[in-house]
């Protein structure tokens, strides 16, 4: 199997979690594509052009993170992210918040990418206000996490992920779409997601990293 992907080093990423938590990790070949660049071959895995893509051993691909992490996760036979109860729905939410904070980051991000004057401010301000509620949700929920760390699931990988990448890539602190976001940090309004992740980050399968180096271009 092959993971086709853009590791940065200090990305917490969704499906290298999901593969370790299912320790398999070892099993999977890994190539770097970056979508955005002239000369990419995403399309040839992915119709959609973008990361992360991945190869089943059958050969046939899969893209959508999550998708390739409920297909990782069909390996993890002692402690599956994806629960086969009632509680799926509530971790399900939880999923697509964090990756939804993920998606908006991106598009405030690509947005950014053009000239300030030729921005569509009201199109970032409306991204980056489900990035603050989206947090907002997620602060509600951290409460709860907190209460039972030893429980572990995708919508605790999602989050982990993007708040990860909101230090990663800060286009709310770059961009300042609004005055208060001159030192944007989204720990700082919210307490409980701010003690969930500190102690999260002490989690083997979230400290994994795979750099640039370790690949294969
Ligand atoms: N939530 C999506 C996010 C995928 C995504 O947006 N990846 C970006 C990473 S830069 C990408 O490939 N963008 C290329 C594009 O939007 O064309 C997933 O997990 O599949």
Request: charged share 30%; aromatic share 12%; with cysteine.
């Amino acid at each position: 199997m092959k993971l086709i992907f853009t590791p940065n080093h200090e990305y917490i990423h969704k499906v290298l979690v999901v593969a370790h938590e299912a320790k398999i990790i070892d099993k999977i070949k890994f190539e770097i594509q970056v979508p955005f660049d002239e000369d990419t071959k995403i399309w040839n895995y992915n119709p959609l052009g973008k990361v992360p893509a991945f190869i089943k051993p059958d050969g046939k691909p899969l893209f959508g993170g999550l998708v390739i992490c409920e297909y990782l996760d069909t390996f993890n036979k002692a402690s599956p992210l994806f629960p086969n109860d009632e509680s799926i729905w509530d971790i399900k939410r939880q999923m697509i918040t964090g990756d939804g904070i993920f998606d908006a980051t991106t598009l405030i991000r690509v947005e950014s990418w053009r000239e300030k004057s030729d921005w569509n401010k009201d199109y970032m301000i409306r991204e980056r206000s489900k990035i603050m509620r989206a947090l907002k949700m997620l602060e509600t929920d951290a409460k709860e996490w907190l209460k039972e760390m030893n429980k572990f699931h995708i919508g605790h990988v999602t989050t982990a992920g993007a708040l990860s990448y909101l230090y990663l890539r800060n286009p709310i602190q770059d961009c300042k779409l609004v005055t208060e976001d001159e030192n944007f940090d989204w720990a700082n309004n919210h307490p409980n997601l701010k003690s969930w992740y500190n102690e999260i980050l002490e989690r083997p399968s979230i400290k994994f990293r795979i750099s640039k180096e370790d690949v294969k271009n």
